[in-house]
């Protein structure tokens, strides 16, 4: 029996000269218990289509079709009605937990507050009810929780709250949009398991929007494939990725980065923005096996078998269906680094942010020790609040260390953190999580580009030069020069930021989470172009991310993080071939691309800890799956584990190694 019933949607937003036709003619259906994901690129509809099921849509909004949910026309509701809907039949978890969830409030009176106004139970009850969600989300300190500000927890546990928010009247179609985004690898795992449960518990359907097919493929029954408002095709999971027939379904897949280091598939175009209703394929600039009869209609979603769903006037067979990956490793391990003289030397390194407020401060960095080689791509992973991020705004400067010291031959000066020192901003460049924001809104493309030059007083024939030589390289039309960044999309924006940090030739790039927030089409273009022009300049890049896989096809060396700490660092291959430390291999074990299959055989982290107590031993205490009890009590340094290969484990160092039989576990692999 099917949960949700979409017929025939289509939904026009925006004022008449700028109207946008969002969704054109969707059908969608999804059964009792069914996880179903819908995957496809920014602009695709995604969103729409779920504030179209939760009544959320603008006023203005043209709205036409059938959404039936639990059998309830949710079109035809009056007002009052949507506030009963929104909850107790459909409810959604949105992305951006932090910013969804109030500020001001504790979680408990959020959650308590929830339930009384759905199911008119009395105080008591409703907060007996809270813990019972709390926990099962997986959070095991409720007291602590419900008393907690939303700003107290992290990013993970957000996530878990906004999920129980929207099973707390156990709605019978959970939709859950993009729940993962900007989560690390071991997050991402928990959060899925914790939408698929409920599906299983309360034999609900969900619905889960994501641009990350490889995550949801692990839990979805069923992939629709959405582009540019329609669905282009659909079918059971494991089919949709091993036989891909329409032409978009098999160019977001070959644009997912893969643990094989090997190149991501990367095409030219993007999505249309459709003013008016197709007529046509909307995909026919972007496909390369274009018939005249996709240029004379639209084609319709036909049933190729009971799962299987194609709209696609000239689809792949099974023979070309198969991909076709590039072969070339693009890995760099095998260039030859020259580690005698480090570019940078960092010492003891702390950063802690201040508390406000009365609150205790945070120690996001804590005595960090690290070189940076000339020439090197060096990967920084960990997840969110591991200090990955904050130590690359202490490597451009644009923080400053509260102790320690960075020394590097760039400056030829001991102390490296004041960002009003000049040599800083010519040498050290940064490229940010979003371009959009971080770039000033009132310069236009061509300004913004060439800023970094000013303090080079070059003749302006110099500035154009390099201005043209930039913007091929990036591959920034010309077109875009006169543009403001609000009216560049993500990928057009990401491409200025890069232009800016390499028009000055630096000697280091540091690259924060470059594309986490693009989808998987546009990010394989970034990567493409990251990686062409550091292998054809002569600059040295520090590349931040959660994204495991492209990290590999990235870099040379990679240190993992863990709460302000390294604790494992090394060649890349090495390191991820052989994860040595309980985080790398727990991490590693979490990470899902499309060519990874089941996850490796290492052991899982235990639940995190929403609220730290405070210990002196190894910060993975208390998570560690393999712990002692002396691991409590004693920090833990960066030994030497093999060649080029450290780790920061007792248990798991040769040197120092209290227990074997993690060690030749290891090396039997
Ligand atoms: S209908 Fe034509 S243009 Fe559209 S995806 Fe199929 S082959 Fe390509
Ligand atoms: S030192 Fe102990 S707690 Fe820390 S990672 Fe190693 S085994 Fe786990």
Redesign the pocket.
């Known amino acids: 029996m099917s949960i949700l019933d979409i017929q025939e949607l289509c939904v026009r937003v925006g004022a008449a000269e700028k109207e946008v036709f969002a969704i054109n003619g969707v059908n969608l259906r999804i059964a009792q218990g069914e996880v179903h994901a819908l995957v496809g690129e920014t602009g695709a509809g995604k969103s729409m289509l779920a504030k179209s099921i939760m009544r959320l849509l603008p006023e203005s909004a043209h709205v036409r079709g059938k959404i039936f949910v639990g059998g309830i026309d949710c079109l035809e509701l009056n007002a009052k009605e949507v506030t009963a809907y929104r909850g107790s039949v459909a409810s959604i978890a949105l992305q951006n937990p932090r910013s969804s969830l109030s500020a001001t409030r504790t979680i408990g009176d959020q959650l308590i507050d929830r339930i009384s106004s759905q199911s008119r139970v009395s105080k008591a009850s409703a907060r007996m009810e809270a813990k019972n969600l709390l926990e099962s989300v997986g959070i095991s300190d409720t007291h602590r929780t419900l008393k907690a500000f939303p700003h107290q927890m992290s990013g993970g546990m957000c996530q878990r709250i906004m999920i129980a928010l929207a099973i707390s009247s156990k709605p019978r179609l959970l939709i859950a949009d993009e729940p993962t985004n900007s989560l690390d690898a071991t997050l991402t795992e928990n959060i899925l398991q914790l939408i698929s449960d409920y599906a299983k518990r309360e034999n609900a359907a969900v619905l889960i929007i994501s641009h990350d097919i490889a995550s949801v493929a692990t839990i979805s029954d069923r992939i629709s494939v959405l582009y540019a408002g329609s669905i282009v095709e659909q079918n059971a999971t494991a089919d949709l990725l091993g036989d891909p027939r329409h032409p978009y379904t098999r160019m977001l897949l070959d644009s997912v980065p893969k643990m094989d280091g090997l190149a991501v598939f990367s095409d030219v175009g993007s999505m249309p923005i459709l003013a008016k209703y197709p007529t046509d394929c909307a995909f026919i600039s972007r496909c390369s096996r274009a018939i005249s009869t996709c240029h004379e209609s639209k084609p319709a979603l036909v049933a190729m078998s009971d799962l299987h769903s194609l709209a696609c006037f000239n689809s792949l067979d099974k023979e070309n269906a198969v991909r076709q990956l590039p072969t070339f490793p693009l890995t760099y391990s095998s260039r030859e680094i020259e580690v005698k003289n480090p570019l940078l030397s960092l010492k003891s390194l702390t950063f802690i942010y201040k508390g406000r407020f009365g609150t205790k401060g945070f120690k996001a960095l804590d005595n960090l020790d690290l070189e940076l080689y000339e020439g090197e791509n060096l990967g920084i992973v960990g997840e969110s609040g591991s200090g990955k991020s904050t130590l690359g705004r202490i490597l451009s400067g644009l923080e400053k260390a509260s102790s320690g010291e960075i020394k590097g031959v760039v400056l030829k000066q001991k102390l490296f953190h004041d960002i009003f020192q000049e040599p800083i901003r010519d040498e050290i460049q940064m490229v940010f999580q979003d371009p959009i924001l971080t770039l000033d809104p009132k310069l236009e493309v061509n300004r913004s580009i060439v800023e970094p030059l000013l303090r080079l007083k070059l003749p302006k024939v110099s500035v154009e030069e390099r201005l043209s030589k930039v913007i091929t390289d990036v591959r920034v039309d010309r077109s875009l020069l006169s543009r403001r960044p609000r009216s560049l999309s993500g990928g057009q924006a990401q491409r200025v930021g890069i232009g800016r940090a390499i028009i000055s030739n630096p000697k280091i790039i540091v690259f924060d989470e470059p594309t986490s927030q693009l989808d998987v089409t546009t990010q394989a273009q970034i990567l493409n172009v990251i990686r062409e022009n550091s292998k054809s300049k002569d600059f040295t890049s520090v590349y931040i991310s959660h994204d495991l896989a492209t990290v590999k096809s990235i870099c040379d060396r990679v240190i993992v993080m863990y709460r302000g700490k390294i604790?494992e660092t090394g060649p890349v291959d090495q390191v991820f071939n052989n994860p040595v430390?309980?985080?790398t291999r727990a991490m590693l074990a979490s990470v899902r691309t499309l060519d990874s299959g089941e996850n490796r055989e290492f052991e899982a982290l235990l639940p995190e800890d929403e609220f730290l107590t405070p210990h002196s031993?190894?910060?993975?205490?208390g998570r560690?799956p393999?712990?002692?009890a002396a691991?409590e009590r004693?920090g833990?340094n960066l030994l030497k584990f093999e060649e080029n290969h450290f780790v920061?484990?007792?248990?798991?160092n040769p040197e120092t190694s209290v227990s074997k039989p993690n060690i030749s576990e290891r090396e039997s692999k």
């Open positions: 604790v430390h309980p985080y031993g190894c910060n993975l205490f560690c393999v712990s002692v691991c004693t833990q920061a484990c007792s248990k798991s």
